[in-house]
């Protein structure tokens, strides 16, 4: 039961990877005054399973000066990472559940920088190295933050469970009483994503394609699901944390999707950010307001316990 139920996960999380490159195409598309795909099918639905056929059956570049097993082995790295991350999705209906999944999530998050890094360094290209090292900086940077952040949920809901969540959340959001933490939380999931404005590891006007310069074909396909992966498990644990867990409810996967069109429209309307501004914002900003707001919350709790 436990293998059936992640499989029918893993098949509707990829088919909602498939829909969610169309859905960015087609509202950057709107953004920018026009139609986006429209050609491929009814209103352009079947375009993501021909982008996908064409990238699968493109010819695989071989670079002779690569360190060629690491140069494979990294995307199928990061999409096996994906794939773990999600046997995380809450479920109420006896098939597993985790005890400590926040601290697998940082476990897994903490393992995601292999990948870019390997992709960037076994390609042998200064561009893909630099884009990797950038990447790699700027996710380590920004999971210290996170970690604090989901610290201070933690000493709420007295577990690492993402149910528990759903069962300290009935009466009252966790986003109604720590806005700026909520703010905090998005950026870094941008950043922890690698998606604009903080894309530096894909950076084109400075680095070409960034860490996935050297990948073509099916290489790429993995690195592109991964990341729209990565975007979706993101999305469901922001509504996880912060805004209620009823999975049995129509607006929990609304409020996903609204989170993902999110990530979308700030790819359309923001503009790259400076690399040093992005450290800056992580360090001086992010860092002491979740350790603030941290030790608020522990003092609340302390405080309450003893009454």
Not at 93 to 100: D, G, P, Q, R, T
Not at 158 to 179: A, C, E, I, P
Request: charged fraction near 10%; glycine fraction near 6%; aromatic fraction near 22%.
């Amino acid at each position: 039961m436990f293998i059936i139920s992640y499989l029918v996960i893993l098949i509707f999380i990829l088919v909602s990877v498939a829909f969610v490159t169309l859905l960015e195409r087609k509202v950057l598309g709107y953004i920018q005054l026009r139609k986006g795909p429209n050609k491929v099918g009814f209103m352009g639905l079947l375009q993501p399973f021909s982008d996908g056929l064409k990238l699968f059956f493109k010819e695989q570049a071989y670079l002779y000066k690569s360190n060629m097993l690491i140069y494979h082995l990294s995307p199928i790295f990061m999409l096996l990472l994906s794939f773990i991350i999600w046997s995380l999705y809450p479920m109420m209906i006896n098939v597993y559940s985790f005890n400590f999944g926040i601290l697998f999530f940082m476990c897994c998050t903490g393992m995601g920088v292999y990948g870019v890094m390997m992709c960037g360094w076994s390609s042998n290209s200064n561009y893909a190295l630099l884009g990797g090292l950038r990447s790699v900086a700027q996710t380590i940077s920004y999971e210290i933050s996170m970690s604090f952040i989901m610290l201070t949920f933690i000493i709420f809901v007295f577990g690492f469970n993402l149910l528990d969540f759903m069962f300290y959340q009935k009466y009252v959001w966790f986003m109604l009483f720590s806005l700026p933490m909520f703010f905090c939380w998005l950026s870094s999931c941008l950043a922890e994503t690698n998606r604009p404005p903080f894309d530096f590891a894909e950076g084109e006007s400075e680095l070409v394609s960034g860490f996935n310069v050297e990948y073509s074909g099916g290489l790429f396909a993995f690195i592109f699901l991964s990341e729209y992966m990565n975007i979706i498990f993101m999305s469901m644990l922001t509504v996880v944390m912060f805004m209620g867990c009823d999975i049995w409810s129509i607006m929990f996967y609304v409020s996903v999707v609204m989170i993902i069109f999110w990530f979308i429209w700030v790819r359309g309307v923001l503009p790259r950010f400076r690399y040093d501004k992005l450290m800056y914002l992580t360090w001086k900003l992010f860092l002491p307001l979740s350790l603030n707001y941290f030790l608020l919350f522990f003092g609340l709790l302390i405080l309450f316990i003893n009454d």
